[in-house]
């Protein structure tokens, strides 16, 4: 199982990036997505998720409002599209996927997911 995360780069403070997430030996069918975060010295934080068996979300309040996490079937792939972006949005972002989890509980069982992307950088600038 592989999830590949994409869509990072480097952006001036209020701009926009999509990051996307796809899966490979896995089909999204069950599962739910979520995206979380790391900077320098912070520890790991939750984002957003999303639940595919019920399309239901969750995203943390500092993110909500301008960020957006969708789920194409398709291409078992997840989005996230951050819109004005902070500073403070700077870090690096991981995607994982557990089978048969709610969106909320993504959030605090960041320790017991069992298939994590390798990261992908957003740096915003000031």
């Known amino acids: 199982v592989q999830l590949q995360a994409s869509g990072g780069g480097l952006v001036q403070a209020g701009g926009s990036l999509r990051l996307s997430c796809t899966a490979s030996?896995?089909?999204?069918?069950?599962?739910?997505i979520g995206w979380f975060r790391q900077a320098p010295g912070k520890e790991r934080e939750v984002v957003s998720c999303?639940?595919?068996?019920?399309?239901?979300?969750y995203s943390a309040d500092s993110v909500n409002g301008r960020f957006t996490i969708s789920l194409d079937f398709a291409k078992d792939t997840v989005y996230l599209q951050m819109n004005s972006l902070k500073p403070e949005d700077t870090a690096v972002y991981y995607c994982?996927?557990?089978?048969?989890?709610?969106?909320?509980?993504?959030?605090?069982?960041?320790?017991?997911?069992?298939?994590w992307g390798q990261g992908t950088q957003v740096t915003v600038s000031s």
């Open positions: 994982a996927a557990r089978r048969l989890t709610t969106a909320q509980e993504m959030g605090v069982m960041m320790s017991q997911l069992p298939y």
């Open positions: 030996g896995i089909t999204f069918d069950d599962y739910a």
């Open positions: 999303i639940a595919s068996t019920d399309g239901s979300t």
